[in-house]
């Protein structure tokens, strides 16, 4: 499922993809036609960056599948990652006050909610310290995670990228509504599943402020990014980007938003897009 679309910038100067549901396939790995597909628009002259929810440390396995190692705007937007070197370029933090005001609205609010937060060093892997730490009883949506459980009080002790708001069996959208409403612009609320899990970045930061910071120094502008995605976070970046694609499995919102819908990503949607650019 295509809407026809016209790019500004043909080649672009960038392609932005986001990680899981987009440029991974329902067996969470990338095809040999998508990994083809990216190599060809990287060879004729486009970058190519991953703009994604996930921390620096889940990075690795999708750089050793795509066969090279793109800078990663991580967290939503709060970390700039080069994987490359295993350095964090930049990153935005919540402060230790401000997720005391948040945890106390998510208390509130969302009664029986479950905490944790990602926290971030100089290099992806710290061994030394926990990134992700979650409150007693904290019930995850995905399957293994790496979490270190520690007391709420150690939680909200020190800055961290992401705070993650997690309500077994709730829906995602409605937890951001009814949060809305108590934090207002004091941070932002998304989600990229809609199973009972919001997360929170500092205001004013989402994937699209992410790829501004990479591609400001090198003399870019967001309207020649091509931006791929299929969740609420991928949003502002879908919305700002010169062409916004998104996937055939996207979240309504996100195609009612997108310049153009492609193929779902078990059907090599992005790798169609970028076919079409720089293999005709």
Same mark, same amino acid.
């Given at each position: 499922?295509?809407r026809?679309?016209?790019?500004q910038?043909?080649p672009?100067?960038?392609i932005?993809?986001?990680v899981?549901?987009?440029?991974?396939?329902?067996a969470?790995?990338?095809?040999?036609?998508?990994r083809?597909?990216?190599?060809?628009?990287v060879?004729?002259?486009?970058?190519f960056?991953?703009?994604?929810?996930?921390?620096?440390?889940?990075?690795?396995?999708?750089?050793? !599948?795509?066969?090279? &190692?793109? /800078? $990663?705007?991580?967290?939503?937007? *709060?970390?700039?990652?080069?994987?490359n070197? @295993?350095?964090?370029?930049?990153a935005?933090?919540l402060?230790?006050d401000?997720?005391?005001?948040?945890?106390?609205?998510?208390g509130?609010v969302i009664p029986?909610?479950?905490?944790?937060?990602?926290?971030?060093?100089?290099?992806?892997?710290d061994a030394?310290?926990p990134q992700?730490?979650?409150?007693?009883?904290?019930e995850?949506?995905w399957l293994?995670?790496?979490?270190?459980e520690?007391?709420l009080?150690?939680?909200?002790s020190?800055?961290?990228i992401k705070?993650?708001?997690?309500?077994a069996g709730?829906?995602? !959208?409605?937890?951001? &509504?009814? /949060? $809305?409403?108590?934090?207002g612009s *004091?941070?932002?609320?998304?989600?990229?599943t @809609?199973?009972?899990l919001?997360?929170?970045?500092?205001?004013?930061?989402?994937?699209a402020?992410?790829?501004?910071?990479?591609?400001?120094?090198?003399g870019?502008?967001?309207?020649q990014?091509?931006?791929?995605?299929?969740?609420?976070?991928?949003?502002?970046?879908l919305?700002?980007a010169?062409?916004?694609?998104a996937?055939?499995?996207a979240?309504p919102?996100?195609?009612?938003?997108?310049?153009?819908?492609t193929?779902?990503?078990?059907?090599?949607g992005?790798a169609?897009?970028?076919?079409?650019?720089?293999?005709?």
């Amino acid at each position: 499922m295509t809407r026809p679309a016209r790019l500004q910038h043909l080649p672009p100067a960038l392609i932005a993809s986001d990680v899981d549901g987009t440029l991974l396939d329902g067996a969470e790995n990338i095809t040999a036609r998508t990994r083809a597909a990216v190599h060809a628009a990287v060879e004729s002259g486009s970058g190519f960056i991953l703009a994604t929810g996930r921390p620096p440390r889940w990075i690795p396995p999708v750089v050793d !599948a795509l066969g090279f &190692a793109p /800078l $990663a705007v991580c967290a939503n937007g *709060a970390v700039l990652y080069d994987p490359n070197t @295993d350095r964090v370029i930049s990153a935005r933090t919540l402060s230790a006050d401000s997720l005391v005001k948040l945890a106390e609205v998510a208390g509130r609010v969302i009664p029986g909610a479950g905490l944790a937060v990602e926290r971030i060093g100089e290099h992806a892997h710290d061994a030394a310290t926990p990134q992700f730490v979650s409150s007693p009883g904290y019930e995850h949506a995905w399957l293994n995670p790496d979490n270190t459980e520690v007391s709420l009080e150690d939680l909200l002790s020190q800055p961290a990228i992401k705070l993650l708001i997690r309500k077994a069996g709730a829906s995602s !959208a409605d937890m951001v &509504a009814e /949060l $809305a409403d108590h934090i207002g612009s *004091a941070a932002e609320l998304t989600y990229s599943t @809609d199973n009972g899990l919001v997360e929170v970045v500092p205001a004013g930061v989402t994937k699209a402020t992410g790829i501004e910071e990479l591609i400001t120094p090198l003399g870019i502008g967001i309207e020649q990014v091509v931006a791929f995605g299929d969740m609420p976070n991928d949003l502002p970046m879908l919305v700002q980007a010169g062409h916004g694609v998104a996937m055939g499995n996207a979240h309504p919102e996100v195609l009612a938003a997108a310049a153009e819908i492609t193929a779902p990503n078990t059907e090599d949607g992005l790798a169609r897009v970028l076919e079409r650019i720089f293999l005709r």
